[in-house]
């Protein structure tokens, strides 16, 4: 089955520096990859996704960059803000299936 | 559109008794989909339902079931409750299978 791995575990930047939190995945079938936000006491909050057949993808501070060959996705956030801090996962979808194969997540701490 | 919800947010049951927990998707979204996050083994698929019908399991014991009914709505039960069930539940939906998850808040049980 499909594993996802994340890293770092934990990142700390300074207010106004850039963020980068990287995955691999192992099924070559799995097509779509989205990227979730959770504060403290809520559900995951879906930020971005990317599917298979783009290689980047943005809005506004957050992209997401995918390449297929070497299995690997990842999230650029630039210019952070304190509010910015909150735990990342990512995670892979084969869309045959609905089963979020999700990585272990990201704490990012974003100090003034 | 509201989003998912669950209920109840909050439950705390003792060992052997068993939960029922609730989740109603966006509307219109007919896939609900299942998770349990522990800080141990992090977000975890428990399963999936399209138009009433169970599509994935993810491997958990036979503790865990669920359902579906025709408004969508969904509900998972956990029976003989273990210390180890303790985590936040989560529930979420999509208009149909593969397409984008938006996640309740969670329902967090605690087993004492």
């Known amino acids: 089955g499909?594993?996802?791995?994340?890293?770092?575990?934990?990142?700390?930047?300074?207010?106004?520096?850039?963020?980068?939190?990287?995955?691999?995945?192992?099924?070559?079938?799995?097509?779509?990859?989205?990227?979730?936000?959770?504060?403290?006491?809520?559900?995951?909050?879906?930020?971005?996704?990317?599917?298979?057949?783009?290689?980047?993808?943005?809005?506004?501070?957050?992209?997401?960059?995918?390449?297929?060959?070497?299995?690997?996705?990842?999230?650029?956030?630039?210019?952070?803000?304190?509010?910015?801090?909150?735990?990342?996962?990512?995670?892979?979808?084969?869309?045959?299936?609905?089963?979020?194969?999700?990585?272990?997540?990201?704490?990012?701490?974003?100090?003034? | 559109k509201a989003g998912v919800t669950q209920t109840p947010r909050y439950l705390i049951k003792t060992r052997g008794q068993q939960v029922t927990l609730s989740c109603s998707p966006i509307s219109g979204h007919r896939s609900v989909s299942w998770y349990q996050q522990t800080p141990g083994q992090g977000l975890q698929f428990l399963f999936e339902y399209f138009s009433e019908t169970q599509r994935n399991k993810g491997n958990f014991p036979g503790r865990f079931s669920g359902r579906q009914f025709s408004n969508s709505r969904s509900e998972m039960n956990v029976s003989t409750l273990e210390l180890g069930d303790s985590a936040l539940y989560l529930c979420a939906s999509s208009l149909d299978v593969g397409d984008t998850q938006y996640f309740g808040p969670g329902t967090r049980l605690t087993v004492l």
Request: glycine residues 6%; hydrophobic residues 30%; proline residues 5%.
């Open chain 1, 2 to 112: 499909e594993n996802v791995e994340q890293h770092p575990s934990t990142l700390s930047v300074q207010e106004g520096d850039s963020a980068v939190i990287k995955c691999t995945y192992s099924d070559s079938a799995s097509n779509y990859f989205p990227w979730y936000k959770q504060e403290l006491g809520k559900g995951p909050q879906l930020i971005i996704d990317i599917r298979s057949n783009v290689g980047e993808k943005k809005d506004q501070r957050i992209a997401v960059t995918l390449n297929k060959t070497a299995k690997h996705f990842s999230l650029h956030i630039t210019e952070t803000q304190p509010e910015d801090s909150a735990v990342y996962f990512c995670a892979a979808l084969n869309t045959g299936f609905q089963k979020l194969v999700f990585g272990t997540g990201t704490r990012l701490l974003v100090s003034p």
